[in-house]
């Protein structure tokens, strides 16, 4: 795969990175059900092994059996050892809920305990997952701040922040990168974030292009109706009547343009997010090394003029359609 400056750093990433949300399993408010370890870690492995070299994980996932999990495969991987993104900022209390905590204490003990799961000595991107409480994110980047002269972390970036909430923080320290959601149904994104990271030279990683699997072309009415219990889709509305079968109808229209193609219905939902030049690359979930074989060849296709506008009617029609079904827009 080629290879993409992520803003003004010096981190050279693959268009596609290796997502570990899922691995986390269900044991927290938000699991994606039941993971196998073995699964996981092949999951990693292989897609190393197919070209994409960096990694994103938190703490948060499984109340850090991502971070093992992740910790695990690069032992395997020894002197092949990808980029590695984490984040702080999200705790997982007793009870399976998730609490933020931004001050500078608990920022630098996060980070010591990533360190010690992953097994390294450095954090080539350290990212502050979500900008809660609100009052303490300039406490929190001041703390990350000091990691980085550390040598604890290489970069600091942040996560699901808007443009006012990076406004606090540059004079602290410049943001090397901005991890927003962004798919076919969460454009929201693209109305002024992507504008002002380029403005700041903030690069931009994506999560969720495949809308946590609505747009995987393997998720179906019956497959959503019995995800496990400790799988947070199972309360999100847009796995749910009368959504999810307006979502499943663009995926329908989707797969005429993959298919076209020789494409599956997830590289060509990857293929459109890395169609816009702002974005350095696509978080990728994978679970195992099968699910990664089928998706990871999106870091090399570059949708044509045709196809996007094809997609874009596409995207108009299903917007109108949610609206009158649901009475308000996905984006």
């Known amino acids: 795969m080629l290879k993409r400056k992520l803003g003004r750093t010096d981190l050279e990433l693959t268009p596609l990175g290796l997502g570990t949300w899922a691995i986390g399993g269900g044991a927290w408010k938000f699991g994606w059900g039941s993971q196998n370890h073995e699964d996981a870690t092949a999951g990693i492995l292989h897609?190393?092994?197919?070209?994409?070299?960096?990694?994103?994980?938190?703490?948060?996932?499984g109340n850090g059996q991502s971070e093992k999990l992740v910790g695990e495969a690069l032992k395997k991987l020894g002197r092949r050892?990808?980029?590695?993104?984490?984040?702080?900022?999200?705790?997982?209390?007793?009870?399976?809920?998730?609490?933020?905590?931004?001050?500078?204490?608990?920022?630098k003990a996060e980070c010591e305990d990533s360190l010690r799961r992953l097994g390294i000595d450095t954090i080539d991107l350290y990212q502050m997952h979500w900008p809660e409480p609100g009052e303490?994110?300039?406490?929190?980047?001041?703390?990350?701040?000091?990691?980085?002269?550390?040598?604890?972390?290489r970069h600091i970036g942040v996560s699901n922040f808007d443009v006012a909430q990076m406004e606090r923080l540059k004079a602290i320290h410049p943001i090397a990168s901005?991890?927003?959601?962004?798919?076919?149904l969460d454009r929201r994104a693209e109305n002024?974030?992507?504008?002002?990271?380029?403005a700041h030279e903030i690069g931009i990683v994506c999560y969720s292009p495949m809308?946590?699997?609505?747009?995987?072309?393997?998720?179906?009415?019956?497959?959503?109706?019995?995800?496990?219990?400790?799988?947070?889709?199972?309360r999100e509305p847009m796995f749910q009547s009368p959504q999810i079968e307006e979502h499943l109808s663009l995926v329908q229209s989707l797969r005429a343009v993959a298919e076209r193609n020789n494409r599956s219905v997830a590289e060509l939902a990857i293929a459109w997010v890395l169609r816009r030049d702002e974005v350095t690359s696509a978080i990728v979930g994978t679970r195992s090394g099968?699910?990664?074989?089928?998706?990871?060849?999106?870091?090399?296709?570059?949708?044509?003029?045709?196809?996007?506008?094809?997609?874009?009617?596409?995207?108009?029609?299903?917007?109108?359609?949610?609206?009158?079904?649901?009475?308000?827009?996905?984006?």
């Open 47 to 61: 897609g190393i092994e197919l070209g994409i070299n960096w990694i994103d994980t938190a703490p948060v996932y």
């Open 81 to 107: 050892r990808p980029l590695i993104a984490t984040k702080c900022s999200r705790k997982v209390l007793s009870d399976g809920s998730v609490t933020g905590q931004l001050d500078a204490k608990s920022v």
């Open 136 to 153: 303490q994110i300039e406490e929190g980047w001041g703390a990350m701040a000091e990691l980085l002269e550390e040598g604890k972390v």
């Open 178 to 184: 901005l991890q927003p959601p962004y798919n076919m």
């Open 192 to 198: 002024e974030l992507f504008d002002y990271c380029v």
């Open 211 to 234: 809308a946590r699997g609505l747009l995987s072309g393997a998720m179906t009415t019956e497959r959503a109706l019995h995800l496990e219990s400790t799988d947070h889709r199972r």
């Open 290 to 331: 099968k699910q990664i074989e089928g998706t990871a060849a999106a870091g090399n296709w570059e949708l044509t003029k045709d196809d996007i506008e094809e997609i874009e009617q596409f995207l108009a029609d299903h917007a109108e359609q949610i609206t009158r079904v649901c009475g308000s827009s996905m984006s």
